[in-house]
Nanobody, 126 residues
C-alpha cells in the first residue's frame, strides 16, 4: 500500500510561487500514477494535475495550464506541484492522490483514486 503526506502550503501574494511536495511510503510507489486535486471552501473537489508512473506523461486542468507544472522523483519517493503566477482563485486545500490506473483527462474523477493525503492549505492574497 501507499501512504501520502503533503507539505509546502502557506500564504502567498498574487503573482507569487509555491512548490508543494507529496512524500510517499511504500516500495510500489514508483508504479502508481499520481494526481493533484484541490478543494476551495464551499466548492467541489476539482482536478489540478496528473503524472504517469514513469513521469513521461502529464496533463493539467485548463485553469492552471501554463502556470503549474508537475514532476516526480522516484528515488526520493516524492511528487511535486510547482505553482507560479498564483491567483486568488487558486486558494484551496491541495490534495495528492495515487492510483494504479492512468486515466484519460476526460474520464478522471476523484472518486477513482486508491490513496489520498490529508491535504495542505494554499492561500493567495491580492
Amino acid at each position: 500500500q501507499v501512504q501520502l503526506v503533503e507539505s509546502g502550503g502557506g500564504l502567498v501574494q498574487a503573482g507569487g510561487s509555491l512548490r508543494l511536495s507529496c512524500a510517499a511510503s511504500g516500495r510500489t510507489f514508483r508504479y502508481y500514477a499520481m494526481y493533484w486535486f484541490r478543494q476551495a471552501p464551499g466548492k467541489e473537489r476539482e482536478f489540478v494535475a496528473a503524472i504517469s508512473w514513469s513521469g513521461g506523461s502529464t496533463y493539467f486542468a485548463d485553469s492552471v495550464k501554463g502556470r503549474f507544472t508537475i514532476s516526480r522523483d522516484n528515488a526520493k519517493i516524492t511528487v511535486y506541484l510547482q505553482m507560479r503566477y498564483l491567483k486568488p482563485e487558486d486558494t484551496a486545500v491541495y490534495y495528492c492522490a495515487a492510483d494504479q490506473d492512468w486515466y484519460p483527462a476526460e474520464q478522471l474523477h476523484y472518486s477513482a483514486m486508491d490513496y489520498w493525503g490529508k491535504g495542505t492549505l494554499v492561500t493567495v492574497s491580492s
